[in-house]
């Protein structure tokens, strides 16, 4: 159930509005089926309201999207979420009055692999706190519950706005484990980035927005092997580059201190 050669979303040409405020000006871009897209850009790039415009919170003024196959241009979000589309966005919105296992209980269930049980399995932490409120979790645990509820619509296609914006490198590091592990699942995932150290490490393409335009679109790994086009495209801060047991390790002092 993808598009002719594979593809799970395309866009062309987006422009979006935020009243008269012109943020998104001709964005293109694919995902391909199976694959992760990484979509990486400085602060006020314009990432998240690509992600609006893609399943229509903030509707593109022009252009046309295209979801496995279907035509969404100016689709209603909840039309689009019931293709199969999860969406993840910025800053965890879960209920802090509800309970975990009570937060995993809202979502509508679409069938498929993931049920309660298997969430538990794969975020062990979350069974643990299952009976704890959303607002009594870490900051981590509360990213975890997100993703285990976007999971939960059993998506075929995911996107997520900056999953790893303000956790520790451990939690970091385990949430880009559970972006690949939905890969193996078969799980497409456009995944919005301001850690492009780690976005590119396991994304197979990456596009880079600036200034609600994209300016890089190419491979992954081509990007991670070109550090200064990184830092010159989406900005990547001193913090990123410096975790020494990255994949893309060996990279230049004067980012450490930018
Ligand atoms: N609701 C809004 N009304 C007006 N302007 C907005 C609104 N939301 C965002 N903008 C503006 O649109 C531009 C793009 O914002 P957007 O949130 O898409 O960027 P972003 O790449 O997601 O940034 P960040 O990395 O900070 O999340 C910015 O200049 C922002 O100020
Ligand atoms: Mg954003």
Redesign the pocket.
């Known amino acids: 159930m993808t598009g002719a050669n594979g593809t799970a979303l395309s866009a062309t040409g987006l422009h979006t509005f935020?009243?008269k405020?012109h943020?998104?000006h001709g964005v293109s871009l694919e995902v391909a089926a199976g694959r992760i897209t990484t979509l990486l850009?400085?602060?006020?790039?314009?990432?998240?309201?690509?992600?609006?415009s893609l399943i229509g919170l903030?509707p593109a003024r022009e252009g046309r999207i295209t979801i496995f196959g279907q035509e969404t241009t100016r689709w209603p979000s909840f039309r689009v979420a019931a293709l199969g589309v999860g969406y993840v966005p910025?800053g965890r919105r879960i209920f802090p009055n509800l309970s975990v296992e009570e937060n995993l209980k809202v979502p509508l269930e679409r069938s498929g692999p993931w049920s309660i049980a298997r969430i538990y399995d794969l975020f062990p932490r979350l069974h643990e706190r299952r009976h704890n409120r959303g607002r009594q979790l870490s900051g981590g645990e509360q990213q975890m519950l997100a993703i285990a509820r976007a999971l939960l619509v059993n998506p075929r296609l995911l996107m997520l706005?900056?999953p790893s914006?303000g956790l520790a490198p451990l939690v970091v590091r385990e949430m880009f484990r559970i972006v690949e592990q939905m890969r193996s699942e078969g799980i497409s995932v456009l995944l919005?980035e301001?850690n492009a150290r780690m976005s590119l490490a396991i994304a197979d393409h990456a596009y880079v927005?600036d200034d609600?335009a994209i300016v890089y679109s190419g491979p992954a790994k081509a990007l991670a092997a070109d550090e200064e086009r990184v830092q010159a495209l989406a900005g990547a801060g001193a913090g990123e580059w410096q975790a020494d047991d990255s994949p893309l390790n060996g990279l230049s002092e004067r980012y450490r201190n930018a």
């Open positions: 935020y009243g405020s943020i998104l850009g400085r602060n006020g790039a314009g990432k998240t309201t690509t992600l609006r903030t910025e706005d900056e914006q919005v301001q927005l609600g």
